[in-house]
């Protein structure tokens, strides 16, 4: 095998009710410094999400400044917005609570203040160069893996979805604490773990930086989300369920962070971009098909993640169960159910192909007339 790097987070607290205690997690952190930029979207602060941590910090004596206007996949403007009231505040060290939106804010924010470029120059692998301010990630879905990824996605006018993707974008410290999943929604809980389950399908497969430690990460995550997210859909207050999608989620992160997510994450942008769908519900629309346009690619290692599983051995196993799963739950699992018709599948096959960044991950080139019958295929 050539060589290669694997990056994470060098610092991971894992712990119920650890955001009561956020303040003390982060003392070697927070250091001298006195104000804390938190960023999170009003429904996490609704429910009431952001209160034991920020509580926390202002027993320490910090003084913290709640930017709760973020929304799903973050609009460009939105982050400068953030980024004006950061500065203005003069942020020296940000959080972000809450789902991949909020995080994904956040870690822009802290790469907005702590370097010279321009969210423009950004845009890109290996593009940003830091330095950040320092910062702390601390997810409520699991969700994204965005905790211990170095990607921030936002929204770029009507549609177009961008990624900025540089090592600077990993946090310093990620803190899992699985109570503040407990509210999460069941379809939320169900879109967001499936999501996370992609992010394991997906690295475990991924064509060019696939690795040994990455494809342990994969099977792990797997594993634990697969074990999981029933309960977890089921019974909202199962802790350890719901702990257990919380790390499951976080090993798929670390896997696909290092192994980049292929064309089911390309083919769902447009979804997301283009018709508002959640990111976790096109990625469990999408899966189906280009698990199966992928089959002549990768079946020995869909097959391997379905044994994996305890699963017919064949990408028809592994399909077969996500597809099951996806019923059980009760999200939706065709386009049609949420407006899509046949006339915008050609514009949506068009912008998936211009995700360019992710298709070279895929382990079959995926051509327009392929992603446009994916498309057809859950319509
Ligand atoms: N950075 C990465 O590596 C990465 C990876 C995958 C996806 N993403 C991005 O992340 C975003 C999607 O993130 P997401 O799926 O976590 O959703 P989200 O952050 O958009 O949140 C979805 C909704 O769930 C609510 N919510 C969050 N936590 C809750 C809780 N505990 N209880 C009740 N409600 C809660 C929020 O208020 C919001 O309304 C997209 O923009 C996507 O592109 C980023
Ligand atoms: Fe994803």
Redesign the pocket.
């Known amino acids: 095998m050539p060589a290669y790097d694997f990056r994470t987070v060098p610092h991971i607290h894992i712990g119920r009710g650890a955001s009561r205690h956020l303040a003390r997690i982060c003392a070697p952190l927070i250091g001298s410094a006195k104000r804390i930029f938190l960023v999170t979207?009003s429904?996490?602060r609704g429910?009431g999400?952001t209160d034991a941590a920020v509580t926390s910090l202002q027993a320490a004596g910090l003084e913290v400044l709640i930017f709760d206007q973020v929304v799903?996949?973050?609009p460009r403007d939105v982050v400068l917005m953030a980024e004006d009231k950061a500065r203005d505040f003069g942020a020296e060290i940000v959080i972000g609570l809450?789902?991949?939106?909020?995080?994904?804010t956040a870690k822009l924010i802290a790469l907005l203040l702590g370097s010279t470029q321009t969210l423009e120059d950004m845009y890109g692998v290996n593009n940003a160069t830091g330095p950040r301010l320092p910062l702390v990630l601390i997810p409520?879905?699991a969700?994204?893996?965005?905790e211990v990824?170095p990607?921030?996605?936002i929204t770029i006018g009507e549609s177009t979805?961008m990624g900025v993707n540089a090592p600077p974008l990993y946090a310093d410290i990620a803190v899992l604490d699985a109570e503040?999943?407990l509210?999460?929604?069941r379809a939320?809980t169900a879109a967001?773990g499936i999501?996370a389950m992609v992010h394991a399908i997906e690295g475990f497969t991924s064509k060019i930086e696939k690795n040994a430690v990455s494809d342990s990460l994969a099977l792990a995550g797997l594993k634990k989300l697969h074990g999981a997210i029933e309960r977890a859909c089921s019974n909202g207050d199962d802790i350890e369920a719901r702990e257990d999608m919380l790390t499951g989620a976080l090993l798929a992160?670390q896997a696909f962070a290092n192994a980049p997510v292929g064309a089911v994450h390309a083919l769902a942008y447009p979804l997301?971009g283009v018709f508002h769908i959640?990111?976790?519900l096109s990625n469990s629309l999408m899966l189906p098909p280009v698990l199966r346009y992928n089959a002549q690619a990768a079946e020995p290692l869909y097959a391997e993640l379905a044994e994996h599983l305890g699963l017919h051995a064949s990408t028809d196993g592994l399909v077969t169960e996500m597809e099951r799963i996806a019923d059980e739950v009760g999200i939706e699992t065709r386009l049609s159910q949420l407006g899509i018709s046949h006339n915008d599948l050609p514009r949506l096959a068009q912008e998936a192909m211009e995700v360019k960044r992710l298709l070279v991950n895929n382990p079959r080139e995926m051509t327009l007339e392929a992603a446009q019958a994916c498309y057809e295929a859950v319509l």
């Open positions: 979207d429904g996490v429910h999400l799903a996949d973050p809450g789902g991949g939106s909020s995080m994904d409520t879905t969700g994204t893996g965005s990824t990607i921030s996605v979805k503040l999943t509210g999460l929604p939320v967001t999501d992160g997301g959640p990111h976790g």
